[in-house]
Protein backbone atom coordinates (compact mmCIF):
# COMPACT_ATOMS: atom_id res chain seq x y z
CA UNK A 1 0.00 0.00 0.00
CA UNK A 2 0.79 3.99 -0.41
CA UNK A 3 1.43 6.73 2.64
CA UNK A 4 -1.94 8.60 1.37
CA UNK A 5 0.79 11.36 2.96
CA UNK A 6 3.91 11.10 1.02
CA UNK A 7 3.41 8.66 -1.75
CA UNK A 8 5.73 6.27 -0.04
CA UNK A 9 5.66 2.00 -0.21
CA UNK A 10 4.76 1.11 3.09
CA UNK A 11 4.59 -2.75 3.55
CA UNK A 12 1.03 -4.45 5.04
CA UNK A 13 0.08 -3.90 8.37
CA UNK A 14 2.43 -1.45 9.16
CA UNK A 15 1.02 1.10 11.10
CA UNK A 16 3.30 4.08 10.26
CA UNK A 17 5.35 5.03 7.15
CA UNK A 18 8.48 4.66 8.22
CA UNK A 19 9.35 8.04 5.77
CA UNK A 20 7.46 10.69 6.92
CA UNK A 21 6.05 9.32 10.19
CA UNK A 22 2.05 9.51 8.83
CA UNK A 23 -0.19 6.75 10.40
CA UNK A 24 -1.08 4.15 7.85
CA UNK A 25 -4.28 2.83 10.12
CA UNK A 26 -2.40 -0.51 9.85
CA UNK A 27 -2.05 -2.85 12.96
CA UNK A 28 1.13 -4.55 13.94
CA UNK A 29 0.86 -8.01 13.99
CA UNK A 30 2.51 -8.25 17.67
CA UNK A 31 -0.35 -5.53 18.52
CA UNK A 32 -3.29 -7.26 16.97
CA UNK A 33 -2.26 -10.29 18.65
CA UNK A 34 -5.67 -11.61 21.19
CA UNK A 35 -3.97 -12.35 24.71
CA UNK A 36 -5.49 -15.51 25.60
CA UNK A 37 -6.23 -17.21 29.10
CA UNK A 38 -2.90 -18.12 30.80
CA UNK A 39 -0.57 -16.90 28.93
CA UNK A 40 2.52 -15.86 30.46
CA UNK A 41 3.46 -12.55 31.64
CA UNK A 42 6.96 -11.09 30.99
CA UNK A 43 8.77 -10.08 34.32
CA UNK A 44 8.83 -6.38 33.06
CA UNK A 45 5.05 -6.43 32.35
CA UNK A 46 2.46 -4.46 34.11
CA UNK A 47 0.17 -6.07 36.36
CA UNK A 48 -2.92 -8.12 35.09
CA UNK A 49 -6.05 -6.47 34.13
CA UNK A 50 -8.21 -6.15 37.52
CA UNK A 51 -5.19 -6.11 39.75
CA UNK A 52 -2.44 -3.21 41.33
CA UNK A 53 0.33 -3.15 42.97
CA UNK A 54 0.04 -3.09 46.58
CA UNK A 55 2.20 -0.09 47.84
CA UNK A 56 3.79 0.49 51.00
CA UNK A 57 1.17 1.58 53.86
CA UNK A 58 -1.54 -0.94 52.18
CA UNK A 59 1.30 -3.61 52.71
CA UNK A 60 2.69 -1.75 56.22
CA UNK A 61 -1.34 -2.21 57.65
CA UNK A 62 -1.76 -5.55 56.96
CA UNK A 63 1.63 -6.39 58.24
CA UNK A 64 0.07 -4.72 62.13
CA UNK A 65 -2.58 -7.01 62.04
CA UNK A 66 -0.31 -9.65 61.09
CA UNK A 67 1.82 -8.80 63.60
CA UNK A 68 -1.01 -8.58 66.55
CA UNK A 69 -2.09 -12.12 65.53
CA UNK A 70 1.21 -13.55 66.24
CA UNK A 71 2.17 -11.75 69.02
CA UNK A 72 -1.87 -13.29 70.46
CA UNK A 73 -0.71 -16.49 69.36
CA UNK A 74 2.75 -16.56 70.61
CA UNK A 75 1.32 -15.79 74.42
CA UNK A 76 -0.91 -18.39 74.13
CA UNK A 77 0.98 -21.13 72.56
CA UNK A 78 5.05 -20.33 73.60
CA UNK A 79 4.37 -19.16 76.68
CA UNK A 80 3.06 -22.33 78.34
CA UNK A 81 5.59 -24.02 76.66
CA UNK A 82 8.82 -21.95 77.46
CA UNK A 83 7.46 -19.20 79.42
CA UNK A 84 7.11 -21.33 82.84
CA UNK A 85 10.46 -22.67 82.92
CA UNK A 86 11.91 -19.30 82.07
CA UNK A 87 10.13 -17.57 84.72
CA UNK A 88 10.54 -20.06 87.27
CA UNK A 89 14.43 -20.15 86.80
CA UNK A 90 14.60 -16.66 86.81
CA UNK A 91 12.82 -16.00 90.26
CA UNK A 92 15.57 -19.26 91.53
CA UNK A 93 18.37 -17.20 90.16
CA UNK A 94 20.51 -16.31 93.46
CA UNK A 95 21.40 -12.54 94.07
CA UNK A 96 25.19 -12.85 92.77
CA UNK A 97 24.90 -15.80 90.05
CA UNK A 98 27.82 -17.69 88.87
CA UNK A 99 28.29 -17.82 84.54
CA UNK A 100 27.22 -21.58 85.35
CA UNK A 101 24.14 -20.72 87.15
CA UNK A 102 23.28 -17.98 83.51
CA UNK A 103 23.90 -20.65 80.66
CA UNK A 104 20.20 -22.62 81.60
CA UNK A 105 18.14 -19.33 81.95
CA UNK A 106 20.28 -18.25 78.14
CA UNK A 107 19.44 -21.73 76.84
CA UNK A 108 15.88 -21.28 78.08
CA UNK A 109 15.52 -17.75 76.31
CA UNK A 110 16.82 -19.05 73.49
CA UNK A 111 14.76 -21.86 72.40
CA UNK A 112 11.84 -19.65 72.94
CA UNK A 113 13.34 -17.10 70.63
CA UNK A 114 13.81 -20.21 68.12
CA UNK A 115 10.29 -21.61 68.67
CA UNK A 116 9.23 -17.78 67.74
CA UNK A 117 11.08 -17.65 64.67
CA UNK A 118 9.62 -21.32 63.24
CA UNK A 119 6.17 -19.94 64.00
CA UNK A 120 6.16 -16.45 62.16
CA UNK A 121 8.30 -18.75 59.40
CA UNK A 122 5.42 -20.98 59.32
CA UNK A 123 2.85 -18.52 59.44
CA UNK A 124 4.00 -16.49 56.81
CA UNK A 125 5.45 -19.53 54.11
CA UNK A 126 2.25 -21.50 54.24
CA UNK A 127 -0.31 -18.82 54.09
CA UNK A 128 1.63 -17.08 51.06
CA UNK A 129 1.84 -20.60 49.49
CA UNK A 130 -1.48 -21.66 49.94
CA UNK A 131 -4.28 -20.91 48.08
CA UNK A 132 -5.26 -17.55 49.49
CA UNK A 133 -1.81 -16.45 48.81
CA UNK A 134 -1.87 -14.30 51.95
CA UNK A 135 -1.40 -14.01 55.19
CA UNK A 136 -4.37 -13.27 57.54
CA UNK A 137 -3.23 -9.15 57.58
CA UNK A 138 -2.88 -9.45 53.63
CA UNK A 139 -5.97 -11.67 52.91
CA UNK A 140 -8.21 -8.99 54.96
CA UNK A 141 -6.87 -6.08 52.65
CA UNK A 142 -7.23 -8.05 49.38
CA UNK A 143 -3.77 -8.87 48.84
CA UNK A 144 -2.30 -11.70 47.36
CA UNK A 145 1.50 -12.67 46.67
CA UNK A 146 2.43 -13.74 43.12
CA UNK A 147 5.43 -14.19 41.47
CA UNK A 148 6.57 -12.13 38.46
CA UNK A 149 4.20 -14.14 35.96
CA UNK A 150 1.00 -13.06 38.83
CA UNK A 151 0.71 -16.94 39.56
CA UNK A 152 0.61 -18.80 43.41
CA UNK A 153 4.22 -19.19 44.65
CA UNK A 154 5.35 -21.95 46.09
CA UNK A 155 6.28 -23.04 49.87
CA UNK A 156 10.21 -22.99 48.90
CA UNK A 157 9.77 -19.33 47.25
CA UNK A 158 7.83 -18.29 50.41
CA UNK A 159 10.36 -19.27 52.49
CA UNK A 160 13.15 -17.37 50.71
CA UNK A 161 10.91 -14.79 50.65
CA UNK A 162 10.65 -14.66 54.54
CA UNK A 163 13.86 -15.12 55.09
CA UNK A 164 15.40 -12.34 52.80
CA UNK A 165 13.23 -9.94 54.95
CA UNK A 166 16.31 -10.60 57.01
CA UNK A 167 18.32 -8.06 54.49
CA UNK A 168 15.20 -6.01 54.46
CA UNK A 169 16.03 -5.87 58.12
CA UNK A 170 19.37 -5.06 58.12
CA UNK A 171 19.33 -1.92 55.50
CA UNK A 172 18.08 -0.01 58.43
CA UNK A 173 14.57 -0.90 56.93
CA UNK A 174 15.01 0.83 53.69
CA UNK A 175 14.56 -2.62 51.72
CA UNK A 176 10.70 -2.50 53.48
CA UNK A 177 10.05 1.64 52.37
CA UNK A 178 11.40 0.15 48.60
CA UNK A 179 8.05 -1.01 48.20
CA UNK A 180 6.60 2.61 48.56
CA UNK A 181 8.59 3.74 45.52
CA UNK A 182 10.00 0.94 43.27
CA UNK A 183 8.22 0.16 39.76
CA UNK A 184 6.21 -2.75 40.65
CA UNK A 185 5.85 -1.87 44.50
CA UNK A 186 8.41 -4.23 45.54
CA UNK A 187 10.63 -4.71 48.39
CA UNK A 188 14.13 -5.60 48.50
CA UNK A 189 12.82 -9.27 49.30
CA UNK A 190 10.20 -9.23 47.04
CA UNK A 191 13.14 -8.45 44.46
CA UNK A 192 15.65 -11.06 46.20
CA UNK A 193 12.36 -13.87 45.99
CA UNK A 194 11.02 -12.47 42.16
CA UNK A 195 7.86 -11.96 44.27
CA UNK A 196 4.68 -9.36 43.98
CA UNK A 197 2.36 -8.02 46.54
CA UNK A 198 -0.87 -7.19 44.15
CA UNK A 199 -4.47 -6.17 45.28
CA UNK A 200 -7.55 -7.20 43.25
CA UNK A 201 -9.95 -3.81 42.15
CA UNK A 202 -12.83 -5.68 40.15
Request: charged fraction near 10%; proline fraction near 5%; charge should be positive.
Amino acid sequence: MFCSKCGATVAEGVPYCPNCGQATGGVSPSAAAPAYAGAPVSAGAAAAPGVAYAGFWLRFVAWIIDRILLQVVGVFLLFPLFGVSFFRMATRMPAHPNPEDVFPLFASLGRVALAALVLHWLYYALLESSAWQATLGKKALGLQVTDLANHRITFARATGRYFSKIISDFTLLIGYIMAGFTAKKQALHDIIAGTLVIKQIS
